[in-house]
């Protein structure tokens, strides 16, 4: 069902809290609540909340894109097993309950492969439900319910503070390209990537962004331009090829850069595209920042040729919409993201630490540190 349709190119969007945009927020309601994602598929042009109230409808809104960015899409996973448990609760046997409660977590697990996040969050559900699985089926449901609500809360105050540890890197007056959406839209609220911009702003810094149209899907086109016009930073809109025009140029002083999964080496798969910029970044010198939550980092993975690389629609190549420009029954290829290896990486900005030159040693110490 729709609900809150705001006008078209949407600059006077309504919001209730200081967050600059929320994708995700959570609706009680008499019988329980329900989950409202922002549909990415529409904007600019809509602005509209989507209700969702069940793993499955959850699901379908990871796999269609309507909630996308690792860490919202783990957010919306983790909303969607509470949603789940909630639906479930009349049903009377403990073991039906389960079985059921077991479809609805791989639903969620089977909507997009690659942003770990979704992996871990839904982990950190599995892990309450453990924990908690001698309550009545209704506390159980509001037990999940408030740790999706947990870690929607958390992934704010993480992105603030990646936000705050990255600002120091950026000079004052950076000219800062970034590919892809990694803004508010793409997580709980404040951002990985536009959350160092945001945060180099707000510690008066002035930053100008360029923001590459990002092929096929068009997420720096209408998610990181819409962002930052919402908030009144500078923002130039590139196609994907003219980074590298612009670099030789000396147009652009960093690249920051969210990202989907990062492996034990320090490989990062990011959006497609990604690669290209930090190639191009490392021919001129450009400082090549990857800014991610720790819980973007899959330690079990030993290096970025093992994280799996979702393959979408060919329509998405084709054409846009109901458009299509392509010769028909031409061959296509949609890789939706690529590994940048970690040698092409200055440095990785987490919550805990900003690791330099990452590799197998730095990543290991991240998470051994106290
Ligand atoms: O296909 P998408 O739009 O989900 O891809 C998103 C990205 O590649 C982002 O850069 C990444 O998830 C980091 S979001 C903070």
Redesign the pocket.
């Known amino acids: 069902m729709k609900v809150c349709l705001f006008s078209l190119y949407a600059n006077s969007r309504e919001t209730e809290v200081s967050e600059p945009v929320q994708a995700l927020r959570w609706r009680d309601a008499p019988q329980g609540g329900y989950l409202q994602m922002i549909d990415?598929t529409r904007l600019p042009a809509v602005f509209e909340y989507l209700d969702y109230d069940s793993a499955e409808t959850v699901a379908e809104g990871i796999r269609s894109?309507v909630v996308?960015?690792?860490?919202?899409?783990g957010v919306a996973a983790a909303y969607g097993v509470a949603l789940e448990a909630m639906r479930l609760c009349h049903i009377v046997s403990d073991q039906d309950f389960s079985a059921a409660l077991d479809k609805g977590f791989a639903k969620l697990a089977a909507s997009?492969p690659?942003?770990v996040?979704l992996f871990w969050a839904l982990n950190r559900m599995r892990a309450c439900c453990n924990q908690h699985a001698g309550l009545a089926k209704p506390a159980l449901a509001a037990t999940l319910l408030a740790e999706a609500k947990v870690i929607h809360e958390e992934d704010i105050r993480i992105?603030r503070t990646i936000g705050e540890k990255g600002a120091a890197l950026l000079p004052d007056r950076a000219r800062v390209l970034t590919?892809?959406?990694?803004?508010a839209l793409?997580?709980a609220g404040h951002?990985?990537?536009?959350?160092v911009i945001r945060s180099a702003v707000l510690a008066g810094k002035t930053i100008s962004v360029i923001a590459d149209e990002?092929r096929p899907?068009l997420?720096g086109a209408r998610?990181t331009a819409w962002e930052m016009v919402q908030e009144n930073i500078p923002v130039t809109l590139i196609t994907d090829n003219m980074a590298g025009h612009m670099m030789a140029r000396g147009e652009i002083d960093a690249v920051v850069?969210?990202?989907?999964r990062v492996a034990a080496n320090g490989d990062v798969?990011?959006?497609i595209g990604?690669y290209m910029v930090a190639v191009l970044a490392h021919r001129h010198q450009i400082p090549f920042y990857v800014?991610?939550p720790l819980s973007?980092i899959d330690m079990t993975l030993a290096s970025g040729d093992l994280i799996p690389i979702?393959e979408?629609a060919h329509e998405e190549v084709t054409g846009y919409r109901d458009y299509q420009w392509a010769a028909h029954g031409v061959a296509v290829r949609n890789p939706?993201?690529d590994v940048t290896p970690a040698e092409l990486v200055t440095a990785i900005i987490t919550e805990k630490a900003v690791i330099y030159r990452p590799d197998a040693k730095g990543m290991t110490a991240l998470f051994d540190q106290g």
Do not use: W, Y
């Open positions: 990415q894109m996308r960015g690792a860490p919202a899409i997009r690659t942003a996040n992105n590919h892809c959406n990694a803004g793409a997580t951002g990985t990537a536009l959350g990002t899907f997420q998610l850069v969210g990202t989907d798969a990011n959006k990604t800014a991610c973007t979702e979408r939706s993201f």
